[in-house]
C-alpha cells in the first residue's frame, strides 16, 4: 500500500473571499519583514561579493596545477594519459627525454587551453603519478587574448604543490 | 495683471512642486528598490558613492539620472515623433498641475490655489495623465507598446469613475469641495476625543479610494499596462530620458496620491489634540505644514508595502474588480452617507 500525503487545500470563505483581509495579512508580513530588515542585518541572504567571498565546496574543481617532486620539477611523465582523456582536446603535451634511469620522460611543454577547458576533471581522474590537479581554489581568469588563454607549463606549477604520493614504480 | 500674486505663486510652486514633490519622486526611486530589498530580506543599492561616502546607496538616482542623461535617444521606425516626444511630457505635468490645488498647510500662504471647486479641478486634472501613457504606447508603433497603451487607457478610464465617486461621499459629509476648507473641518474632535478625519467618517471611501487611486497610478497589484513579465508596457520604446520622465512621473503620481489622501481622508495638515494656541507664532505652521509632509510620507509607504506584497492581478480581474465590486461599494457608499446624513 503506498502512503499519500493528502495535503488540504485551502477551501474559499467568505473573509479570503472579500480579500481584503488576506491584503492587510499580506501587508503585514511585508511590514515585519521591513522592520526586521532595518533594525537588524540577521537575515540577509546576500553576499557582498567583491568584499567577501563564499568558501569553495571542498570537492570544488578550479584552476588546473602541476604537482612537484621535491626537487621542484614537474611530476608529469609526460604519459598523455590526461591528453587522451580529455573531452574537450584542450591539453597539448611536448615530452622531453631525461637523464634519469626510471622516469624517462618529462613534459618540454604542458599548454591548457582554457577556451576548450571544460572543468570536467577527467584529466585529475586519469592521471597516474597525482601531477595534475584540480584543488587551486582559484577561477580562471579571463584574459584579454587567445594568446593569454593558455596556460604553459609555468603557469600550472606556480600553482602547484607538493606530492607525497610515491613515483617511479617498483624500480625507485 | 498682478505681479506680485504670479511672483507668489511661482515661489509656492518651486517649493511645493519642484522641492517636495519632484524631490520625494526622485527619492523614490531609490526607496522602491531598497524597500523591496528589505522586505525580501536583501540589501539592495549600495554601490555608487562619491568619494567613498556610499550613504546607503542613496546616491543611486544621481547615478541613475547621469546614466539617463547620456544615453542614446532612441525613436523606432515609424513611430509618430511629435507625440512620442510630447507623451513624457504629458505624464509628468498633470501631475505637477494638480500639486496646485493641495494645501500644504491653514491659510492662503501654503496653497498655490486656493479654489472653492479644488476637487472638481483635480479630478480634470488628473485625468490628463492617462494621455501621457496612452499616447506614448501608440505613438512608438510597437505593438507590445499598443497593448500597455490600450490596458492603460481602458484601466484608467474604469478607475477614473470610482475614484470620483467615492470623493462624492466627502463633499455630502463636509459639504463643500474645497480642499482648505475640508481640512479645516477635519479639525474637529467626535466626541471630544476622535478626529473627525476622512478615514473615520468614510472608512469604505477610503479604502475603495486607494484602491481605484493605486489603479489609477499603474502601480503593482495593477501594474497592467507595464505589466514587465507579459508585455513590457506602453514604454517599451523609450530610451534615456524620456524614459526617465515617464518613470518620474509614476513616482510623482505616488506622491500626487499619497498628497491627496492624505488631505482627504487623514486629516491634511491637521495635528489632532495639540491646541495650536501653546505654540508660539510660525512655530505651529512649521508643524503643521510637518504633519502633512509626515502623513504624506506614510501614505506613500503603505502604497510601497502594497506594491511589494501583492502580485499582479489578471486584466480580466481589474476589470472585474473596478466595475463589478468598487464601482457598486462605491455606489452604496453614497446612498449609505445619504441616508444617513438624512437622518442626523
Redesign the interface.
Known sequence: MVKVKVIERPVPTVSTEIYLKEVLKGMGVSAKHFFQGITTQKNLVTTQYPEEKRPYPKRFRGHHRLMKREDGSARCVACYMCATACPSHCITIEAGEREEPYIQKYPRKFEIDYLKCVFCGFCVDACPQDAIRMDSDKHRIPAYTRQDEMAGNIDLLKLGGLSQARQGGKWS | MNWNIVLAATIKWVFMVLVFGLGVAGILTWVERK?S???????GPNRASILGFRMLGLFHPLADAIKAFTKEDFVPDGANRVLFFLAPLIALVPGMLAFAVLPFGPGDNLVIANMDSGIIALLAITSFGIYGATLGGWSSNNAFAMLGSLRAAAQMISYEVSMGLNLVGMFMVFGTLSFSQIVYAQGHLLGGWLPEWGIVVQPLAF?LFMAAALAENKRAPFDLPEGESEIIGYNVEYSSMRFATFFLSEFFEVVLIAAIVTVLFLGGWQIPWLDPKGIAGGWIRVLQVGAFVVKTLFVIW?MM??R???PRFRYDQVMKLGWKIILPLSLLNILVTAIVLAML
Open positions: 524597500m530589498a528589505v522586505i525580501q530580506d536583501r540589501v479604502i503603505v508595502l502594497a511589494w506584497t501583492l
